[in-house]
């Protein structure tokens, strides 16, 4: 099996001015360049933009290219040391599962972790490191999640593919997670972004391991160079170049010798 590049949106903007023509251009790049991706949906931005969210879905809901998944109503955190109560948690997520249900016709079952800026205090090591974290999980579990970061202390969620069977969730997959663009387009100069990129692609490479990469809706629309996701086709091409196999996250869940 070849080493698998994990493309993902964090797809959280619910200002139609802002982010007016992004899905079309999503569509028609992808398509193009056969890139696949998972766009993980904030329930907020859903049904802020539920008109943009219903085209964009019935475009694409039978090309494999494509996965949409969740990340939560509000953009709240799960995994940390000061985050709310469980309950609070599962509200949330429950209503953002309602928009997936009532705009796309069908539940997620994959969830990316949201940063939270750190008011809920500094991020877990992982669900096995506290009794809420644990509880956190099996929250997630009750409402279908068979999708998660690879969230265990003894991983390196950047690198690795896991199951929580250890927490009582064989069935849920771990999935590796890192790179924000938040971090290495939003901040820097582009083409220092670009080559932190291609330096984290070889030394992934160079070890064998899988390739994560974490995008955001409004990021790669309004703060790139273009709005022809250039940067996008590049990085796909290079990880293409090492050897990587581009995947969605659905397609390695649906292959469970990635991770069980």
């Known amino acids: 099996m070849k080493n698998i ?3 993902r949106y964090d797809t959280e903007r619910g200002d139609q001015d802002e982010m007016g023509g992004f899905f079309d251009k999503i569509i028609a790049v992808h398509r193009e360049e056969e890139i696949p991706a998972t766009f993980f949906c904030t329930g907020s931005a859903i049904e802020d933009r539920e008109s943009d969210f219903k085209h964009f879905f019935d475009d694409l809901k039978d090309d494999p290219l494509f996965d949409i998944q969740d990340h939560s109503y509000s953009h709240i955190g799960i995994g940390y040391a000061d985050g709310m109560d469980v309950d ?5 997520y429950q209503r953002s599962f309602d928009a997936h249900e009532r705009v796309f016709g069908r539940l997620p079952i994959g969830v ?10 500094e991020r877990l090591n992982g669900f096995d490191e506290t009794e809420k974290g644990r509880q956190e999980l099996n929250m997630l579990a009750d409402l279908g999640v068979r999708m998660i970061n690879s969230h265990l202390v003894d991983l390196d969620e950047a690198t ?5 069977a250890a927490l009582g969730h064989p069935d849920i997959m771990g ?4 790179y924000s663009d938040t ?3 939003l901040r820097k100069d582009y083409n220092d972004g670009m080559d932190f990129v291609y330096s984290k692609i070889n030394e992934h490479a160079e070890t064998s391991v899988p390739m994560p990469l974490m995008l955001h809706d409004w990021v790669t629309w309004s703060h790139a160079p273009d709005k022809e996701l250039t ?4 990085i796909a091409d290079y990880a293409r170049k090492k050897g990587y196999e581009l995947k969605t996250h659905l397609s390695c869940y649906q292959s469970p010798t990635i991770w069980k």
């Open 88 to 92: 609070d948690l599962k509200a949330d």
């Open 183 to 185: 971090d290495w387009l």
């Open 160 to 164: 690795q593919f896991c199951n929580f």
């Open 231 to 234: 940067h996008v086709k590049k």
């Open 175 to 178: 999935f590796p997670s890192g």
């Open 5 to 7: 590049f994990l493309l």
């Open 112 to 121: 990316a972790i949201c940063g939270t800026g750190g008011e809920d205090g």
